[in-house]
């Protein structure tokens, strides 16, 4: 009555529907208003039915297709939204293994710098008290030795003035030449147990062979030399250490094994230097011999102080051999 078409399904279910009911088909209940021509004013409201079958099918087909399009969208956003959850947990998961073997790797890093650590300032203090020692040494070394045949000569010069007689005055003098030439020598191997050759430019295999040669060309004996081809470098504070191991493993196997075969061994592979001096068992009574080294102790301190590694190995009946290994890529081992 206000002049709206109002449509719908009949439900069929009032009173006033049983013969829609008797049809026995959906149907579509419409109301539309009927206007007088020449006013427009709404005289009567028209109502009648439409067979609603076809549309019903192609209401449910419509349903059941938006229902379907539903759920495919839902199922793949829910895949889309699992895949990346999935790889977000994995990479969660592979992140955090990597932080909780970085954690493992830090802890076990530190630990072994604690330990390496402990061995530096172990290996210092001792390399201060081997110093000391080894100063007292030269110290009473030049004390009993040279500074005795000095005092001498100085006695005998005293004595020279008050001498008259030209051939006791010559033999005098000639007594007084070697007085003196037996105080250089003893300086002289005094000074070379303490310097040490120039080695800054040298590469490494130059350091193992200068110290071989240096030996036989003291000894007279030949040793067998085997190292890694091609020249390396390395810093002074390695190279020192270095020759200073080779000269204290050749002076030692000089003295205790001697007529043995000796033989020198030498690698630089991956940033690590690793060397050694072996010997065979000796064939003659061992030398009394001074070397003027710093001995086994302070060669093992000089090396852990550079953060390396020392083995000594006895053999009374075999030989020995003696080793050492250096970090050439750490601090220590830069040129």
Not at 164 to 185: F, M, N
Request: negative net charge; glycine residues 10%; proline residues 3%.
């Amino acid at each position: 009555m206000k002049g709206v078409v109002v449509s719908g399904f009949d439900a069929a279910d009032s009173p006033d529907s049983a013969f829609e009911r008797s049809i026995g088909v959906p149907l579509v209940e419409i109301y539309s208003p009927i206007r007088e021509n020449w006013t427009g004013n709404v005289i009567a409201v028209a109502e009648f039915y439409e067979d609603a079958t076809e549309l019903m099918a192609t209401l449910r087909r419509a349903r059941l297709q938006s229902w379907m399009a539903t759920i495919i969208a839902t199922a793949v956003i829910g895949l889309a939204l699992y895949g990346i959850v999935d790889s977000g947990s994995r990479e969660i998961d592979r992140q955090r293994r990597a932080l909780e073997q970085r954690f493992t790797d830090s802890q076990r890093m530190s630990e072994e710098n604690l330990r390496l650590r402990g061995r530096v300032e172990r290996a210092s203090s001792r390399v201060s008290e081997i110093t000391e020692a080894y100063l007292r040494r030269v110290s009473a070394d030049l004390h009993d030795g040279p500074a005795q045949l000095i005092g001498l000569a100085s006695l005998r010069l005293d004595a020279l003035v008050s001498i008259g007689d030209e051939q006791q005055r010559k033999a005098e003098i000639t007594a007084l030449r070697r007085v003196l030439g037996d105080a250089i020598r003893e300086i002289r191997v005094i000074g070379r147990g303490l310097s040490l050759p120039e080695l800054a430019d040298l590469p490494l295999d130059k350091v193992v062979r200068r110290a071989v040669v240096a030996h036989e060309t003291r000894t007279g004996e030949t040793i067998a030399l085997d190292m890694s081809e091609g020249q390396r470098s390395a810093s002074m504070a390695v190279k020192a250490c270095l020759f200073r191991f080779l000269q204290e493993g050749l002076n030692n196997a000089y003295r205790h094994a001697p007529g043995a075969t000796v033989a020198v061994r030498a690698r630089w592979d991956a940033g690590t230097l690793q060397v050694e001096v072996e010997n065979g068992a000796a064939r003659e009574p061992p030398r009394n011999v001074d070397g003027g080294g710093m001995g086994l102790v302070g060669l093992k301190e000089r090396i852990e102080s550079l953060g390396g590694t020392f083995r000594f190995t006895p053999d009374g009946a075999r030989g020995a051999l003696l080793f050492a290994e250096l970090d050439l890529t750490g601090d220590a081992g830069h040129a």
